[in-house]
């Protein structure tokens, strides 16, 4: 029996109930171009490929790949070695479907490193730690709202599909797990003058909660500036939905532009 290792965030799916439900909402078709993003012990890997001609996995446990490579043949599962933060997606062809339950540790910089590949992807579907999940659909003005939401939703519809609980897990994690629905938006939706600047603009604005729009921004927008865009600057981010950070970024960035 495999030993989880800490160092990979390792906790293991074996709850069957559980694993049907997920299939069922990923629905995957026999031509989908899927890739599964730390494979383990099979618990999804086994029902997905009952239903695909052929699944990408990636995997950084070198046990865990000669596992796999015993169990299945190399036209069936593709195995991708090494750490997902540095997997390429753009190397497989579009469009792709990524599902995984992925490393609560490095759960928010792989959200983040897939999101830069939205235009290649159809959806996503990760379990992921529960906390992590109600911030990604969290709504303005509510405590779990904050820069992960604005970022990922900038560039996704989210939908929270269902609660995981610690016991589903070897071994149990400390914490409660969601599985998630990510789908890209249309390009036309999210768009904005310059991408690197939103980043910067939704982290100084999250910066410190506490302050408000006028002191967080004061790099970016003064009174004039947030009177003509009609934003009061007296309000805080969590105040802010997506649109109204990419209208800030759009009004600074052609201040600034010649």
């Known amino acids: 029996m495999h030993k989880a290792k800490k160092r990979f965030g390792q906790n293991f799916l074996l709850d069957g109930r559980i694993i049907a439900d997920i299939i069922g909402a990923i629905r995957p078709e026999p031509a989908d171009n899927m890739v599964e993003i730390g494979p383990g012990l099979g618990a999804l890997t086994r029902p997905l490929l009952r239903h695909l001609n052929r699944l990408h996995v990636v995997e950084i446990d070198r046990d865990i790949i000669a596992r796999l490579e015993n169990e299945y043949p190399k036209d069936q599962l593709v195995i991708h070695a ?9 190397l497989l062809p579009a469009p792709l479907r990524i599902v995984g339950n992925l490393p609560y540790n490095i759960s928010s910089p792989l959200l983040f490193h ?10 996503m579907h990760f379990m992921l730690q529960n906390e992590v999940v109600e911030r990604m659909v969290a709504a303005p003005s509510t405590p779990a709202y904050g820069r992960l939401s604005v970022m990922l939703q900038y560039r996704f519809r989210m939908e929270k599909l269902l609660d995981v609980p610690p016991e589903a897990f070897r071994p149990a994690p400390k914490v409660d797990s969601a599985i998630v629905r990510m789908v890209p938006l249309p390009e036309k939706k999210v768009l904005v003058r310059d991408e690197k600047l939103f980043a910067k603009i939704v982290a100084a604005a ?29 309000l805080r ?8 950070f990419a209208r800030i970024v759009d009004f600074f960035a052609a201040g600034r532009d010649p």
């Open 206 to 234: 999250f910066g410190q909660r506490r302050k408000t729009l006028r002191n967080a921004l004061r790099d970016y927008l003064n009174e004039e500036g947030f009177e003509k865009l009609g934003v009061d600057a007296r």
């Open 82 to 90: 090494g750490d997902a933060l540095k997997f390429d997606p753009s």
């Open 114 to 123: 897939f999101s830069e590949y939205a235009g290649r992807i159809s959806d």
């Open 237 to 244: 981010a969590e105040n802010l939905g997506v649109s109204e």
